[in-house]
């Protein structure tokens, strides 16, 4: 289980410098929620070998009256995901009623919280640090973000009682288990009617265990002779016990489901069109490189406007994503369900299938000599062979001269070509270019 940082405190006081000194490595952005919830941000961060999610809050400023009410939803909502909170406070700003106010909501939390003071850069630290003890958070964690100073220490500090390796399934265990896809979407959108619905289909064998990842729960079931592995992000299934209450949307869990999964199911809601946050998961999908199956669910009674209307709104904004199979489904009557099969099976196997050099240099060769590439500052962009890179998603590394001058519009072709005559569905494709000059 990856932990998860949320970074909390009031503007400038440094989350967003720390955030990219977590970060820096490439990929290491997850997703960028800007706009959505204001400025949370995750990120994926591999710092000295040590793995976790970052979760930078934007601010709170202390001007929204009252750290109840003030207290910024997603902030509350980021502190809530995280195992650890890094509550940033500034050295060279010295204490404020803010930071006292934060503090008192951060007493309240049943979570680590980390008392971490920026900016000791050219101070002199322990003297001008310690009048932040009056915030009855504990030991300081003095760190200067922007010179990298003391972070090293400080996940050491916050992150020594997390076993260091992440114990990673092996593939073929994977394999063994079969498609694994996630269910993912914001609520109420009827995830856990679906994944009722899949469960409850006739010839469905369940064996049931409890979750590994976060709360995301793994169902294994068998249909038809293949086995299939929901991961649960509505937590259908989860065990009843006094603790839990309502299940809720948590993105840090939609994340990680997608992440683990080879196949997700994005349920959107029709009776409510396409809303900011349906888009938000489907960039991660696509980010991510997942095979993607979008279920348009509550089809059923939908009048005839929201039926156009949705279809219109489908094709204006999904325009990008010309891979995924798209669903009208009503997991509450079952209609269109079974078909949904068809696709998961699809992208799975588009996929997870392995390509095979000589066919993939054919494809390459024949695309070439069809529709060949620009010149170049008077020289042909030549494209020579091509080999597989990798799955899930597919990879195609094609090797040549001048290959970093490839044209997008060409790539598109490239990647066209591939996707027809290799028949991939459901799944993105990637493809690298190596030159040799
Ligand atoms: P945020 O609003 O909390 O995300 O704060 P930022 O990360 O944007 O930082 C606010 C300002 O403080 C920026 O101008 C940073 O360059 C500066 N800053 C961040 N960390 C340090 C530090 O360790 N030392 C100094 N001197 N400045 C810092
Ligand atoms: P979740 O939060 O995504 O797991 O959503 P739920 O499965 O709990 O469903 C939310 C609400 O939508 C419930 O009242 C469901 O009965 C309803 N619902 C789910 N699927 C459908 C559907 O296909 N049609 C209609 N009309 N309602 C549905």
């Not at 289980?1 to 820096?24: C, D, E, H, Y």
């Not at 196997?349 to 000599?369: F, G, H, P, W």
């Not at 990879?395 to 991939?424: C, M, W």
């Amino acid at each position: 289980m990856i932990p998860v940082i949320a970074l909390v405190g009031r503007p400038n006081v440094g989350k967003s410098t720390l955030f990219n000194q977590l970060t820096k490595s490439r990929d290491a952005l997850v997703a960028d929620y800007s706009g959505l919830t204001r400025d949370r941000k995750y990120g994926n961060a591999n710092y000295e070998g040590r793995k976790f999610v970052v979760v930078d809050t934007g601010g709170i400023s202390g001007d929204e009256q009252g750290i109840d009410r003030g207290m910024a939803d997603q902030s509350l909502a980021a502190i809530e995901e995280a195992d650890r909170v890094f509550f940033l406070v500034d050295c060279r700003a010295g204490m404020t009623a803010t930071d006292e106010m934060i503090a008192e909501h951060l007493r309240s939390v049943n979570k680590p919280v980390y008392l971490v003071v920026n900016k000791i850069d050219g101070l002199h630290a322990e003297a001008q640090s310690a009048e932040f003890f009056a915030l009855g958070l504990g030991e300081l964690h003095l760190i200067a973000a922007s010179h990298g100073r003391g972070i090293k220490q400080l996940i050491e500090d916050a992150l020594e009682d997390i076993p260091e390796s992440v114990v990673e399934e092996d593939e073929e265990d994977d394999a063994a288990r079969g498609i694994r896809m996630a269910i993912v979407g914001r609520p109420n959108v009827g995830k856990s009617t679906l994944v009722n619905r899949l469960l409850g289909e006739d010839r469905v064998v369940v064996y049931d265990h409890p979750g590994t990842t976060r709360d995301s729960i793994y169902i294994d079931y068998e249909r038809n002779d293949q086995s299939y592995t929901i991961i649960d992000t509505a937590g259908v299934r989860r065990r009843k016990s006094i603790r839990e209450t309502v299940e809720k949307f948590s993105i840090v869990k939609s994340l990680q489901a997608i992440d683990d999964a080879n196949v997700v199911v994005l349920v959107m809601d029709a009776s409510e069109g396409l809303v900011d946050q349906d888009l938000h998961l489907l960039g991660h999908c696509i980010k991510r490189g997942r095979a993607l199956v979008v279920a348009l669910n509550k089809w059923d009674g939908l009048p005839e406007e929201q039926r156009d209307y949705v279809k219109k709104e489908l094709n204006r904004r999904l325009v990008f994503l010309d891979y995924a199979d798209i669903h009208f489904i009503s997991a509450l009557h079952g209609t269109g369900v079974g078909h949904l099969y068809e696709s998961i099976d699809a992208a799975y196997e588009s996929a997870t299938q392995k390509l095979n050099t000589n066919q993939v240099t054919r494809i390459l060769e024949d695309a070439v000599a069809t529709h060949p590439p620009p010149l170049v500052n008077g020289r042909r962009i030549k494209l020579r062979y091509a080999h597989a890179g990798g799955q899930n998603p597919p990879l195609i590394v094609i090797h040549g001269n001048q290959t970093d001058k490839v044209p997008a519009s060409y790539v598109r072709y490239l990647e066209k070509t591939f996707r027809r005559v290799l028949k991939l569905a459901g799944t993105p494709l990637r493809l690298e270019f190596k030159g040799n000059e």
